[in-house]
Each structure stands twice: as structure tokens, then as C-alpha cells.
């Protein structure tokens, strides 16, 4: 993971020198990935930059680019096209293809492209909307989330690259996306078992005291499905930061309102944000003031889990 600035810098000077189209697309998830493979089969012969939102306002590399095609991320400047559904992501594109209400910038992307007459794009599309909506009732989404969780950044581009290069039933049985798939299926597994033995409150708050090879929005999903309405998981990031994973399964609750409160961003029904301060501690305070003013409480109860299982607590601990 060291090498990603450098690639990524590498494969833009190398765009730019051969004067190719070039597209930066989100890393996080299937969206972004399938954004970028309708991209590569516009342009076969452009080049992928993948980034999360928070890359793309902080790093220097990224919002000094002219970029051919945004997708599934915050405007990083200078764009000439760009397919977006996030609310939190203000449009500056020269053209853009906005809509929040849209349930992936795949949809968008599709259109942007110039792809609608395509079958095997409008599929890949459909497959994206169902991981996005949290809603996957197809084995081939399965597979996709799973793969997409389980590789790296080279990995993701080789995935993109297969995507837009080959079948879609060639792609699922290639040995490298099954790989990709099955190691991340553990991680799933791991996080079902857990999510099963979690209560499921209306407001759901869990406090991560160490890492875990867990799947943090999954277990969102996962107590949202059990009855939860609003989720907010905190898991350890970096030496000292936290990353915020909120859901939402009602109307009732707008958490992309939270995580921008906290400098992230995403959909009233799944936001997210990373958090960093002097030390964990205190960024576990401020995200949950935040989501303590958001709800309009005094204290929230909170699971705090650890290697021994989990125990529930109120935050702040006194009244």
C-alpha cells in the first residue's frame, strides 16, 4: 500500500504525457469500480486513478489533475465529466451528471458515457445498484462486493480492467476474482456471527477498542436488517484516528448530516468519516457528542466490544 501514491502519480503523468483520458473513481466499493470499468470501455485506452473522498480533499496530486471523468466522488476541482449521487458533494464539473436521488453513480456514469444501449454495462449497472442499496439479491453482486472488499489497489484496477474487457460470467469464474471473493467471505461470515449476538437498539452505537478483520458497514446493514434505525460504528484508524462508518434504515434519521458535522460525507442513509485528533479517546468523544446533539440526548447507550466479546455502557458515563 506504500507504493499507491506513487502509482498513482505515475499513472497520471503517463496519461497526461500520452495525452489519454483519465478517470478518478471511488475505491470504496462496487459503484466506484463499475464507474471505472464503463469508463475503460468508453476509453480503452485511458487510465484509472481510484481514491477515497477524503483523498480527493486532501491531496495536492489529485486537485491539481484536469480529469476526463469523476465518478462516485467530491468534484476534486477540474473535471471535464462527472456522475455523482451524493448529496454532501457540491457539482463543479463542466458537465455534470448529478442526482441524489439516484441509487449509484453507476446509473449516472451509464449515462454519461453514452452506455445505455450496452447490455453488458446495463448489467453491470444493476449489479452496482444492488450493493449500494445494501439490498444484494444476486449471486453475481455477492461476488462482486466480495471481491472488491478483498483486493488491494492493484487489484481493484486488474478487476476493472477484467470487467471491461471480458464477459461478465468470464469475469466471475476468472481464479484471481473467485480468490479475491473467498477472502473476504471470512470477513463476512465473522461479521454475521457478531451482529448476530449485538441487540438491536433504535439508535445502535458500537465502540471498537482495537481492530478487527471485520466488515464495519456491513455490520450497519447487518443491525439495520435486525431493527436498528440509525447505526454509527467507531473503529480504530491509523495511530490515533477513528473511522466512522452511519446508517439509517428511516427517514427519521439523516446521517450524512453527522458525518459532515465530522468532515466526511455520504447519503441519509450511509455516511461515514475519519476522524483524527491527539488521541483516540478524544475523537471517541467528539463523534459521539456529535451524535448525542444530532439526536437531541444527553447520553447514549453504547456497546463497547473488544477480543472478550462486548459490554454495554452509557456515554457520558455520569449524568
Same mark, same amino acid.
Given at each position: ?152 489497489? &492493484? ?6 480492467? +477484467?470487467? =471491461?474487457?471480458? @464477459?461478465? !460470467? *468470464? /469475469?466471475?469464474?476468472?481464479? $484471481? ?8 467471505? &471470512? ?6 456471527? +457478531?451482529? =448476530?449476538?449485538? @441487540?438491536? !437498539? *433504535? /439508535?445502535?452505537?458500537?465502540? $471498537? ?30 495511530? $490515533? ?79
Amino acid at each position: 500500500m506504500a507504493l499507491t501514491p506513487a502509482r498513482k502519480f505515475w499513472t497520471i503523468l503517463a496519461a497526461y504525457i500520452a495525452k489519454r483520458p483519465l478517470a478518478l473513481c471511488d475505491i470504496g466499493d462496487l459503484d466506484g469500480v463499475v464507474c471505472a470499468a464503463l469508463f475503460k470501455m468508453r476509453h480503452p485506452e485511458g487510465a484509472v486513478v481510484l481514491a477515497a473522498p477524503s483523498d480527493v480533499r486532501k491531496s495536492v496530486l489529485i486537485r491539481c489533475v484536469h480529469w476526463s471523468f469523476v465518478a462516485d466522488l467530491p468534484c476534486p476541482g477540474r473535471a471535464l465529466v462527472r456522475a455523482d449521487h451524493h448529496a454532501s458533494n457540491s457539482p463543479c464539473a463542466e458537465r455534470e451528471f448529478y442526482d441524489p436521488s439516484a441509487p449509484a453513480a453507476a446509473v449516472l456514469a451509464l449515462k454519461a458515457l453514452g452506455l445505455e444501449g450496452d447490455e453488458k454495462s446495463r448489467r453491470l449497472v444493476e449489479l452496482a445498484v444492488e450493493t449500494d442499496t445494501a439490498r444484494i439479491i444476486s449471486k453475481e453482486a455477492q461476488q462482486l462486493n466480495d471481491a472488491v472488499k478483498g483486493l488491494g489497489y &492493484g487489484g481493484k484496477l486488474r478487476l476493472i480492467d +477484467l470487467l =471491461a474487457s471480458k @464477459p461478465l !460470467e *468470464e /469475469v466471475l469464474n476468472d481464479p $484471481f476474482v473467485l480468490e479475491a471473493a473467498k477472502r473476504f467471505e &471470512g470477513v463476512r461470515w465473522a461479521t454475521e456471527e +457478531l451482529a =448476530a449476538k449485538l @441487540p438491536a !437498539e *433504535e /439508535v445502535f452505537v458500537a465502540v $471498537f477498542e482495537r481492530r478487527s478483520k471485520l466488515s464495519f458497514r456491513y455490520l450497519c446493514i447487518l443491525m439495520e436488517r435486525k431493527g436498528s434505525k440509525m447505526t454509527a460504528v467507531l473503529a480504530p484508524q491509523g495511530l $490515533f484516528g477513528l473511522r466512522v462508518y452511519l446508517g439509517s434504515s428511516s427517514p427519521k434519521y439523516d446521517v450524512s448530516k453527522v458525518a459532515q458535522k465530522l468532515g466526511g460525507g455520504g447519503h441519509a442513509y450511509a455516511a461515514g468519516a475519519s476522524v483524527v485528533c491527539l488521541s483516540r479517546r478524544k475523537c471517541t468523544e467528539r463523534v459521539l457528542a456529535e451524535i448525542a446533539k444530532h439526536l437531541g440526548k444527553e447520553r447514549l447507550k453504547v456497546f463497547v466490544v473488544n477480543e472478550k466479546g462486548f459490554e454495554e455502557r452509557w456515554w457520558p458515563e455520569k449524568p
